[in-house]
């Protein structure tokens, strides 16, 4: 090869060393600078509370009456699940029980809707706090009705203390995403 043949190679071979490189980096750098396609719209995004409240969380009990209590979701929230700390006193003697039902109409005379509801928890002992839960859906400003059914009450009075909460997040609606 005479020498400016061989220069002209090795500056044909050096510049298509170059274009083969530009080739390769000029993605990552153009990706990595944010040059290239593009996607657009938007999501709303908005900040909710959560809440549950009851009418009465304080019931006293001398006979084997039921009474009932409403809760009501307070929150902006839609809940999925309910819970509700329920503390039962334990009298001198005797040892009653508590069962809690729950009904989504009032309850008339201790009916729910010509039945008896459907019961939250086991049944509750005398001098035991226990936390009971409900997978019932909660939209919101909406209401559950509870009853609290005694047995084994005598003269002397027990005193159930009925404390709702929510627990987050796993008691609140799934998420919704909208785009606009």
Known sequence: M??????????TVATAAVLLLGVGVVPTIAHAAGIGGRATGSEAVTVGTW????????MS????????????????????????VVTVSKPFFFTPTMTVYECPVAWVSGACSGGTGTQIGGTLTAGTTTTITTTTSLGVGASLYLEVVPAGVFILTTTVTLTPEVTSPAQLRAPVRTMQ
């Open 61 to 84: 009990f001398t006979t084997n009456t039921a009474q009932t209590t409403t809760a009501t979701n307070t929150g902006s929230i839609a809940l999925s699940a309910e819970s509700y």
């Open 51 to 58: 809440g549950l409240t009851a009418a009465t969380t304080s």
């Open 2 to 11: 005479h020498g400016s043949t061989h220069r002209r190679a090795v500056r």
